[in-house]
């Protein structure tokens, strides 16, 4: 059933596509985010020299998930780690293994570029989610601060 899922880089001439799944992906989280945003989000994803990247699965030639990184330096070690920031699969392709297919795309870039660690979070009451993430490895017991410094 999974045979024609394959998972790649976002390209420029994704653009259209990503928007769309954006778009879901804000709506889901009750989110608005302002245009310049997500311009900006869109140029980091393109941009070779952003540690920002994302990664999409397709199917049909047609995008249908992403998983949005963040590849930063570490002060615990030498290796990078890999902030996954956002996760989405479009409605109509959900029960197929997409997500899984992300994570399981990214532990693979991971081992083998020698990143320390992936990690996420996501909204406790995210079960569905949560049911996925936890085949993986239990939520650990930090708890995040969010300290706005704009307005």
């Not at 245009?35 to 990664?55: G, K, N």
Request: charged share 30%.
């Amino acid at each position: 059933m999974n045979e024609n899922i394959s998972i790649r880089t976002a390209k420029a001439e994704d653009k259209a596509a990503w928007l769309t799944l954006w778009q879901g992906y804000l709506t889901f989280y009750g989110s608005d985010i302002a245009p310049d945003v997500t311009e900006m989000t869109w140029s980091r994803i393109i941009d070779p020299i952003a540690p920002v990247f994302t990664r999409l699965a397709v199917v049909d030639d047609r995008p249908v998930g992403f998983a949005t990184c963040i590849l930063h330096p570490r002060t615990w070690a030498v290796e990078p780690a890999c902030y996954l920031e956002d996760l989405f699969v479009d409605e109509n392709q959900r029960g197929r293994g997409i997500g899984k297919r992300l994570i399981d795309d990214l532990i693979a870039m991971g081992r083998r570029d020698g990143w320390t660690n992936l990690y996420w979070h996501t909204n406790k009451d995210n079960e569905t989610a949560r049911r996925l993430y936890d085949r993986y490895d239990k939520a650990d017991n930090f708890v995040r601060y969010r300290l706005p410094l704009t307005s």
